[in-house]
């Protein structure tokens, strides 16, 4: 199986900046889609941006020009790279891979989470 870990949430001031890390461990090769997820208080998880192995990337709306997701295969880790950071932007961060299985369907996995705090 995949385990993901998240690092790198804080707390940090609004226009401020943090790069989080996912470290991708176990039965890594099969993974075809890495991303990340948020989650606020009171509110829906909601998707933040998408890496695949290749490289191409997508993000929400909200995220765009602010925050950038990259990856580095060798390590098996994905970042985020969140700069000018607003309150909303507090939330629970999640790491998710796309694992494809020999003779099954593709499953997902999640990290536990990194809690980001932006104050005003």
């Known amino acids: 199986q995949v385990q993901l870990v998240e690092s790198g949430g804080g707390l940090v001031q609004a226009g401020g900046s943090l790069r989080l890390s996912c470290a991708a461990s176990?039965?890594?090769?099969?993974?075809?889609?890495m991303g990340w997820y948020r989650q606020a208080p009171g509110k829906q998880r909601e998707l933040v941006a998408t890496?695949?192995?290749?490289?191409?990337?997508t993000y929400a709306d909200s995220m765009k020009g602010r925050f950038t997701i990259s990856r580095d295969n060798g390590k098996n880790t994905i970042y985020l790279q969140m700069n000018s950071l607003k309150s909303e932007d507090t939330a629970v961060y999640y790491c998710?891979?796309?694992?494809?299985?020999?003779?099954?369907?593709?499953?997902?996995?999640w990290g536990q989470g990194t809690q980001v705090t932006v104050s005003s």
């Open positions: 998710s891979a796309l694992i494809s299985k020999p003779l099954s369907t593709p499953e997902s996995s």
């Open positions: 176990g039965s890594i090769v099969g993974i075809n889609i």
């Open positions: 890496i695949t192995r290749a490289g191409s990337t």
